[in-house]
């Protein structure tokens, strides 16, 4: 017998009553607010940025002012050009060499602050968002979710991406004694700036 | 040759003479228990997560075999390869064999406690595979040569000096620079040629979702999703009791891991795999290594539902003075001590007695695992295996004897009104000796409460009814 | 006569250790209930609640002193104790005989002192009690997460506590709080000399975060959590006290 029919057999045998433990419906809980303000709250709570352009500001003039010393600024958006477009990195090699990455978050998470990526975001590198060292989300009001709950129930990425990721806040860590230290081995910051 | 239980005590006993690591250790992972409080006041849902929480964990471990088999038939039409491993030399093969096969001879990982179960490093390596772990707290693991001491924060019995030994040892750092931000960024430097250059990634899995094929990895470093999408070959290593029935369900988990782990809301990386991108490779392997058995032990199967969320280590006041290495196993802490003994109940067979069944644990408990009920029914087990050291089985014997008969028991501490000739010489003597080590004795009194009583209601009563 | 006027005939269970070190607890008890109107009685036949031996999963050699605190109490409606861990293992462990009537009614009627006064007698004051001292209360994990005669942190329940509610009666009583209020303070039985390193560490740690909120005493309806603890605070050069909840309500001065 295989490995797999024999772990199925003895899950078989083994398993408790399936009659005794049914399965809950899909849970709905908690707070159903999904608004900016929620969503920016707890985006600064996982030390993420908003990305404020100021006085009428676009949004190549705000990368410019916020990431002055910035050499390559990869875009994966029609809207805004870069210096290097995501498709064209080819390798995460390249990748790795990447200062900001400019893309478009299909949805946020109130609760979370959390903003959605996936291979539709990031055309042919998946890695090219955790090896640049800063990423700017765009993100629109409008397509913000409660909760947890709410995104898994409502977002159709969940079943369709072959890579979706949510991040909230940069990457981070607190293993050497506790302290927290943000930019650990993915993105130093991550920055939402909202869709006008 | 019989296996020596582990000697969870004395371990203990050491790592609680280092006062500075001690008191670190303690006040840090109160620190996390404290802030999983917090985050916990902030749901008025929270105890009906839990609840939902268990009830799903438990239908789907009622219902494993349906769900790993529509786990494996839509993670291979999502173009996912799927092995099954019995046990943890089966899964070293297996990834053996991935890794012989695309000619790989570098992997770098993201945590996983499964490979640490399989001992995976230790196959690979002499196979000439270079293993490097990703996540900070794992990799100051790996050079020091030891266990994850905990499995959400494996180095946290570490202070800053002992990783500026380490690093200045393997990645030429200043060892006296023991700022953490510096050191972290060291990690970075030193982790970034590595993963760039590595021939495949692995990791972990925290959920697999039977609905969707897809399994989920949550961690704060983001060497996860680096390790995953680096190479062109990712191998994800999934216990078989991670199944969740439904993507929807993750909305109950998510909530609860990272918010009972470290008292964050959520890990800063949530990621979802459901498939290989084009022109690269996705491996799961599904392990059993003891799991199937332990779902047939009727007062331990619920054990199954853990999410490996280490809150129960960070509320335990032994674990926190103790530290996770003192426990000679994978899984530490309450957790350690109900599971360890499903690989090996010799070995183990002290660590569900390394516990004083306060219950704590199993408040915090985020799928409701009864883990202090369980310490209890385990030990009940052990000493019916004879599992209990000769000396405490003997005590508990003479005990139990002589406290069925009470004339034999008073006369056992008569004449000596003062205290300590109610314990057997023996058992004084030898087993329970350690007492003073650290403690007083009580006071001896003029007087036990029997004889006071007899003296002072028995008589009286007797005048009265006299009278 | 303060409270609900419920007269009982109580079968007073009496600990080994508080029986053989802390006979004043056991005094307290007593008279306690006299005051409060019940008729007591201490069974002089009692040895010990088999708890030692089922916590240390040796439950077999609990069986004879099941069974002979069975044969002790089973006569009296309630079954009262000044020990929560003891009354714990009697109502929820209590497996090592076969559960006769006779068993299931010891077990369903034995009460842990401070529930017995809150919950069955309903005393709504100790007139004759002053305690002018600042005291830290130290709920055993017996009373706390199995008895449930307090709020546990763990769970963000609403706040409640029945040595508490009593102690609120006693007269000039005022109360400090510890950091870890919840925290267990490592005697475990037989895990006070198996682990003795961790229990110790424990023991005065707790000692300590008492003493530094400003405890004179430490109160609890558990003497073998303070036997354990006052050997810790003694050692340590730790200055605090130690009193059994019975002996406040008894009126006890210091």
Redesign the interface.
Known sequence: MSSRDAILARLRDNRPDPAAHALPPVARLGDMDASRARFEKSLALLGGQVLAPQEGESLSAAIARRFADAKIICSAVPEFEGTVRIEELGTPQTAANVDVLVVRAPFGIAEMGSIFLSEAQLPTLNSAAHLTQHIVVILSESTLTANMHTAYIERPEFHTARYGVLMSGPSATADIQGVLVRGAQGVRTLSVWWEQ | MKVKPVN??RA??AF?KDTPH?T?H?E?L??LRQKR?QQ??E?P?????RT?AS??K????????EY??QFEANAKK?GIHVH???DGA?HNRIVGEILEKHGAKSLIKSKSMVTEECNMREYLEPRGVVVTE????ER?QQLDNQMPSHIV????H???PD?AKLFAEHYHTDPNDDD??S??WS??LA??PV??AADAGMTGGNFVVAE?G?FVVCT????A??SA??PGLHIATLG?ERLV????????F??MLSRSA?G??????????????DGSEMHVV?V?NGR??R??MEDF?TSLKCIRCGACMN?C??YR??GGLSYGAVYSGPIGAIIDPTFNERKYSTL?????????C???CPVRINI?DQL?K???????HHE?PFV??EV??M????????KL?RAA?SGTET?LG?LPRFALYN?????G???????P?K????S???QN?LKTKKKGEDA | MPGTGVRMKIGLFVPCYIDAFYPKTGIATLELLEKLGQDVEYPLDQTCCGQPMANSGCNKDAAAAEALFVKNFAKYDAIVMPSGSCAHHVKDNFDAIPQTDEVRHVRKNTYELVEFLHDVLKVDAFPWAEFPHKVGLHNSCGTLRALRTASMSELGEPFFSKPMDLLTKVRGISFATPRRPDECCGFGGTFSVTEEAVSAKMGVDKVRDHHDAGAEYIVSADTSCMMHQQGCAERAGVPIRFIHIAEILNGARA
Do not use: C
Not at chain 2, 378 to 384: G, I, N, S, T
Not at chain 2, 399 to 406: I, V, Y
Not at chain 2, 437 to 443: A, D, V, W, Y
């Open positions: 969870h005590a203990a006993e609680i001690l670190f303690d840090r109160w620190d409080d916990m006041h749901l849902e929270w105890q009906e997560l939902l009830q799903i438990e239908h789907t471990l009622a219902n494993l075999p790993l088999e999502n099954w491993a019995a089966e990703t996540d900070l707290g100051i924060v494996p180095a946290v570490k202070l800053t990783v953490p931000q050191l972290a990690q970075r982790a970034r993963i760039l969707t897809s704060n470093e983001g060497n999703d680096l999408t680096v078989i029935p439904r993507m929807a369900d993750l909305g109950v998510v909530r470290l964050s809301p959520i890990t800063q990386y949530t990621t979802h795999f459901r498939g290989p991108q599904l059993d199937s058995h779902l047939g199967w509320t006041p032994v003075r103790s569900p007695f390394a516990s004083t069944m306060n219950g704590s199993t408040n915090v202090h209890y385990w030990r009940r087990v052990l000493a019916e209990l405490k089985r508990m014997n005990a139990g004897r002589l406290l069925g008969q009470p028991y501490i205290a109610v087993w329970l000796n350690p007492w080590k650290n403690r007083e004795l009580p006071h009194v007087q036990t409460f029997h006071w009583y007899k209601r």
